[in-house]
């Protein structure tokens, strides 16, 4: 049983810019979520796909979108960088109506 | 929204030492969890625990939800049990916008 892969695991991207991360989610699991984590903070919810549609968004702005794919797989991508957008990005995966969540190691984006 | 105060906000223990790290909720949650973060960023999910008490190994953990709080006991720390340790929830009918607090980093010395 494969894990929560996620791609690139580091990334310098220059404000404005626009950036594309990717996560690949545990078999067997159809729910993704995205998480930001400020360095010394807790991981904040970005949003949910389920059946390749948003299913749930935290309180961050429309240049953070989403795509779900037909395999789970999902991307996370954000437009016009700012310098406060650097941070860990972790996905996770799950099951619908269950509370076991996979996490994967995070892409580490840098905004310079 | 909810506010999830987790505390100490950092704890060093000697090897072989016990802690207990304490995770406040300011309002009702469900889907109660236990993260350990490793140094290489990932979260694993230690415990699901919305109420009563669960024991894995040397950790266990204790949630009072009439009360809002959560408590997650280390025994016999060590070296590797270091890293960042998160509580996190999900409030109303939401089962995927978990709530995490800030966190408590735990260092074990040899």
């Known amino acids: 049983e494969t894990g929560v892969t996620q791609s690139p695991t580091h990334l310098i991207k220059t404000r404005g810019q626009q950036v594309t991360l990717r996560c690949s989610s545990q078999?067997?699991?159809?729910?993704v979520s995205w998480y930001q984590q400020a360095l010394g903070q807790g991981p904040q919810f970005i949003f949910q796909?389920?059946?390749?549609?948003?299913?749930g968004r935290g309180n961050f702005p429309p240049r953070f979108s989403g795509l779900q794919f037909p395999n789970y797989s999902s991307e996370l991508n954000v437009n016009a960088l700012e310098l406060d957008d650097s941070a860990l990005y972790l996905c996770?995966?799950?099951?619908?109506?269950?509370?076991?969540?996979?996490f994967g190691s995070g892409t580490r984006l840098t905004v310079v | 929204g909810i506010q999830v105060e987790q505390s100490p906000p950092d704890l060093i223990l000697q090897e072989g030492a016990n802690s207990t790290l304490r995770c406040n909720f300011s309002?009702?949650?469900?889907?109660l969890q236990w993260f350990h973060q490793n140094p290489w960023g990932q979260l694993i999910n230690l415990f699901y625990?919305?109420?009563g008490t669960k024991q894995n190994g040397r950790l266990s953990a204790m949630t009072v939800a009439t009360e809002r709080y959560s408590l997650l006991y280390i025994s016999s720390s060590q070296t590797t049990d270091s890293g960042v340790y998160f509580c996190?929830?999900?409030?109303?009918?939401?089962?995927?916008?978990?709530?995490f607090g800030k966190g408590t980093k735990l260092s074990v010395k040899p």
């Open positions: 996190a929830g999900a409030y109303g009918g939401s089962q995927g916008n978990l709530i």
């Open positions: 625990i919305p109420s």
């Open positions: 996770a995966s799950s099951t619908t109506g269950s509370y076991g969540y996979t």
């Open positions: 309002d009702s949650v469900n889907n």
């Open positions: 796909y389920y059946r390749e549609e948003e299913n």
């Open positions: 078999s067997g699991h159809n729910t």
